[in-house]
């Protein structure tokens, strides 16, 4: 009887039909905390002699299908599979699959919350009320005119700009994959730093996507323009950020994702114009049972000797 081991920490909790659907299957499935995600040897032996295992953000490369001879299947429960080398999954034959578009909703909304949450000066309100305050003093922004720049015109993209425009929003793009298109105006990446009075990206994080904004795009930016990621931490230079936000060269940020998670001692927190939320943009009810049940019918057809929903590799 095959195996399934479930790293992800958060497959199923919405909903048990993910669960259900590889029992039902005839397959045995062990959720196992995984206290060390980036080390590989750790995940390894959690994956013992599984035939298939569920990941969020577990590292997936060599180690892994060396030490593993039984996976043949790797399931993201997700859609960014950079923490797996997918490489090594072809030398070894092991199936990458995914779930796109499962938490694209959740995302977007997520992002346009950020959005919404610093203009109107949100959190720094309701500290005030709580610390007994009752102060208006500082002025927020509207959001009708200004300008939102999109970068990454995927699905969640798509949804941010989408929801902009309910609000009055002009919307710009960047995105190399995306050719010209009839609703929003694409620009160059520096064009978008310099117009935009929010910044929201939305990228994958490719090797030309790492620190991509950096100090010279920051440097494009208004000194009254906000940033926003729900993305990847690492398309972000954090030390040039901190430095442009510490200075006030920009307005501010809010950040769901950091490169180090979680960011304890990231002096990005320390910076009373930096919204910070751990991570949970794609964390809906709805997203995660679709996500969940994407991630489980992949593995049920591969195990059948059938081609996975979302294959990657």
């Not at 001879?69 to 092991?94: E, F, M, Q, T, Y």
């Not at 000066?121 to 300008?147: C, D, H, N, T």
């Not at 939102?148 to 700009?161: D, E, K, M, P």
Request: glycine share 6%; aromatic share 8%; charged share 25%.
């Amino acid at each position: 009887m095959d195996e399934v081991v479930v790293l992800a920490r958060s497959f199923s909790r919405a909903s048990s039909l993910p669960r259900d659907i590889l029992e039902e299957a005839g397959f045995i499935v062990n959720f196992k905390k995984d206290p060390e995600p980036e080390n590989e040897e750790v995940v390894a032996e959690l994956i013992g002699n599984a035939s298939a295992v569920i990941v969020g953000v577990d590292k997936v490369g060599e180690k892994v299908f060396t030490r593993c001879p039984h996976l043949k299947v790797v399931s993201k429960h997700g859609v960014g599979v950079d923490n797996v080398d997918l490489d090594a999954a072809r030398k070894h034959s092991i199936v990458i699959a995914n779930a796109p578009g499962t938490n694209s909703e959740s995302v977007a909304d997520m992002a346009f919350a950020l959005l919404l949450a610093l203009a109107r000066r949100i959190p720094y309100f309701i500290e005030q009320v709580k610390q007994k305050v009752w102060s208006s003093s500082g002025f927020a922004v509207e959001l009708e005119e200004k300008v939102l720049g999109v970068i990454g015109f995927g699905r969640i993209g798509r949804g941010i700009a989408t929801r902009a425009q309910g609000f009055g929003m002009k919307v710009v793009f960047y995105d190399p994959l995306v050719s010209e298109e009839r609703v929003f105006n694409k620009v160059s990446l520096e064009e978008l730093f310099r117009s935009a009075d929010f910044v929201s990206l939305h990228a994958p994080l490719v090797g030309e996507t790492r620190n991509m904004v950096n100090r010279e795009m920051l440097s494009l930016m208004k000194k009254d323009a906000y940033l926003i990621n729900t993305a990847r931490g690492e398309l972000i230079d954090e030390k040039a950020l901190y430095t442009f936000l510490k200075k006030e060269k920009i307005a501010g940020a809010a950040l769901d994702v950091f490169t180090e998670e979680p960011p304890f001692d990231n002096p990005l927190l320390t910076l009373p114009n930096v919204i910070a939320t751990p991570h949970v943009a794609a964390h809906t009810r709805e997203a995660n049972s679709k996500m969940g049940t994407i991630a489980a019918r992949n593995i049920v057809n591969v195990l059948q000797g059938k081609e996975p929903i979302y294959r990657v590799v």
